[in-house]
């Protein structure tokens, strides 16, 4: 027996997400196997197709495919940008598919994290205690995730981001690599924080910010 997924994005993010799957099933420690079907995406460029192809995983065709996917099938979202997956998850929504979630070997999550269906977390992350996490949220490498806090759905924390404790992050923010989030501090729907940012005081809803302190 196996558990069936496809992989939503044919980029870069999209193949990491495979490459961690991959890992999983390497550890064993899963009773079913993770079985990739394929990758779908509407409009894979010729390069990634290639790429794709290298890792002998097969290219099923436009998003559109899972509307007539085996039942049972899985999805996981392989696109990097909050706001790109959010709006392709909520159209994947409507297909009654369920998402899986994967969390790489060497990834570190407490033993009482909360999550929704989708979760991505990326080699070497580490989310401590009393973590909640919406649907769909990515966790890059070494992405930090403090006690307390809560991301929303579609969050990402890009490579090596430290969200401190008792922060929250709305829907589909995106923290920056390399970027700190202080203790405590909120940071609305839809917000970007720029790469190596430090954001000390709270970020409003939909904006950008960059620079130490973020503004
Ligand atoms: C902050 C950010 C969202 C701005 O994007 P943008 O609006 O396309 O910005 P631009 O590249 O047009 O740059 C606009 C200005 O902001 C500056 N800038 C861009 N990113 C910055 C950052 N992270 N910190 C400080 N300044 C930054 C640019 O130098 C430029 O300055 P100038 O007008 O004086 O020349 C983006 O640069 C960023 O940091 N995104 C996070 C990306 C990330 O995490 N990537 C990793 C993927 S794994």
Redesign the pocket.
Known sequence: MSTDVVIVGCSGHGREVYSIVQAVNETGARQEAVRVLGFVDDAPSERNLKLVQRLDVAYLGRVDWLRTAPAGTHVLLGL?HPGVRQRLGRRIDGYGLPAFSVVHPDATVGRDLVHGEGLVVFPGARVTTNVTLGRHVHL?QNATVGHDSVLEDYVSV??S?AVSGDCHLAEAV????C?AVLQGRRVGPGA??????CVVRDVPDGT????VPAR
């Open positions: 990097g890059n890009n490579p981001a995106l923290i920056g690599t970027a970007t924080v720029g790469a190596s940012a950008v910010v960059k620079g």
